[in-house]
């Protein structure tokens, strides 16, 4: 009988490790598995950041492209301010003297100053009514000879 138990426990012993064989194989089997999809995906991750990382210079070249025109752009808008000061100083100093000068004249030639004072309301009254009594006869020019001789 001990043989029989003996036999039935090797048998057992030998079901329990070959279903331990079989689980270490299939458990490495997954593993490898698992391994082959982690270095598929550790190789996409390389690529996206490969991507992200050529995308981000682009951008970052672009973004300073677009600051240097900024930068054009700002000091010639600053330049044509500085312009349009000065040229606002320039004719407000030519306004100035212009005015100096016409005062001087009017000191100088009273004529002016009347003429000043007089407004357009009594400028040339005449020139505004209209006289309904005259008749318009129109005249065509001289054209020199007439033609046949005479």
Same mark, same amino acid.
């Given at each position: 009988m001990d043989t029989s138990i003996y036999k039935a426990a090797t048998l057992t012993l030998d079901e329990d490790l070959a279903s331990h064989m079989k689980r270490k194989k299939d458990v490495e089997m997954d593993? *490898?598995? @698992? !391994?082959e999809k982690l270095?598929? @995906? !550790?190789l996409q991750v390389q690529e996206r950041e490969a991507r992200i990382d050529s995308e981000t210079a682009a951008l970052l070249a672009k973004s300073m492209s @677009? &600051? /240097?025109e900024l930068t054009v752009e700002m000091e010639e808008f600053a330049s044509v301010r500085e312009r =349009?000061?000065?040229?606002? /100083?320039k004719n407000k100093a030519f306004h100035s003297d =212009?005015? &100096? /000068? @016409? +005062? /001087?004249m009017g000191k100088k030639y009273p004529?002016? *100053? +009347?003429?000043?004072k007089s407004g357009p309301d009594n400028a040339h009254p005449e020139a505004t009514e209209e006289d309904d009594d005259e008749e318009i006869v129109y005249k065509p020019p001289f054209l020199g000879r007439l033609k046949g001789g005479d």
């Open positions: 593993t *490898e598995d @698992l !391994r270095d598929i @995906l !550790r @677009l &600051d /240097k =349009m000061a000065a040229l606002r /100083k =212009m005015i &100096d /000068k @016409l +005062q /001087k004529v002016y *100053e +009347q003429g000043a």
